[in-house]
């Protein structure tokens, strides 16, 4: 009876790879904004104020960023948790696949994380005069939150390492 709990249990682990193709779903999604965005921008761009291009630049940089921490998750948690990714011989292999642990994984996503809610910030002071300072005094504190988090996280992962 307890081996065939734990044979399920462990079998249980395929339930994610529909989410980790939910992914990748996603992760084409973000491509076809970031296009959207381009061909927004392209016939505008000689009319478009630095900071416009600035800010358009950085939503871009955001999307690139929110991207790559998908290709992440999806990798390293489908390695992790499911199965070895086997890549054909001669296909180029990713030089991190198979060498981010859940703890890695963990502090990638929070340190994505920290860029990702930098260039929100670094857009809000951007465009400051037609924010309320409330609502910027909030993005600060909700920024400084995720990087004493981040900070928190490299912290005890530090700790169980050398335990």
Do not use: C
């Not at 199965?83 to 011989?89: K, M, W």
């Amino acid at each position: 009876m307890e081996r065939l709990l734990e044979n399920v249990l462990y079998a249980s682990r395929w339930v994610l790879a529909p989410i980790y193709l939910g992914l990748s779903a996603a992760l084409f999604l973000l491509g076809i904004k970031f296009f959207q965005e381009v061909l927004h921008a392209l016939p505008l761009v000689l009319q478009m104020k630095e900071t416009d291009l600035v800010l358009l630049t950085l939503s871009m940089i955001d999307i690139a960023l929110v991207g790559g921490l998908l290709v992440m998750v999806m990798f390293s948690g489908y390695e992790n948790f499911i199965s070895r990714i086997e890549v054909s011989e001669g296909t180029e292999k990713l030089a991190w696949l198979g060498k981010l642990d859940s703890g890695s994984l963990k502090q990638k996503v929070a340190a994505s994380i920290v860029a990702i809610s930098s260039i929100h910030l670094l857009k809000a002071f951007m465009n400051a005069e037609s924010i309320d300072n409330e609502k910027l005094k909030w993005y600060v504190i909700i920024h400084v939150t995720f990087v004493l988090s981040a900070m928190g996280m490299a912290y005890v992962d530090k700790m169980n390492k050398h335990s």
